[in-house]
């Protein structure tokens, strides 16, 4: 059983950077690949970013590669995404989950959070 808490959410102008905490309670987080989600009012939840097990490889939505930055911290059972240069359809509420496999699709996920809310005004 793993339980995950997202931090580091709040409203931010256009241009500037966040960064999302996701704790996990548990011994077992490192055996998880982790991920970004986020969902937008009227909008289907979608896979921002995603971390390996051991952070080698990495997967960046195009709509954010280049500014985001996903990384994870087993020893602290925490993953991070840094948010850079951040524009007003970034406005959502960020997701991170666990899943067994890296870029799972979204009905693999095993453990959710309750989700941050993150608001780009321009």
């Known amino acids: 059983q793993v339980q995950l808490v997202e931090s580091g959410g709040g409203l931010v102008q256009a241009g500037g950077s966040l960064r999302l905490s996701c704790v996990g309670s548990?011994?077992?987080?490192?055996?998880?690949?982790m991920s970004w989600f986020r969902q937008a009012p009227g909008k289907e939840r979608e896979l921002v970013s995603a971390?390996?097990?051991?952070?080698?490889?990495?997967y960046y939505a195009d709509s954010v590669k280049g500014r985001f930055a996903i990384s994870r911290d087993n020893a602290k059972n925490t993953v991070y995404l840094q948010m850079n240069s951040l524009k007003p359809e970034d406005t959502a509420v960020y997701y991170c989950a666990a899943s067994y496999e890296f870029r799972a699709t979204i009905d693999r996920y095993k453990y959710w959070g309750q989700g941050t809310q993150v608001t780009v005004s321009s």
């Open positions: 548990g011994r077992t987080f490192s055996n998880y690949a």
């Open positions: 971390i390996s097990i051991s952070a080698v490889s990495t």
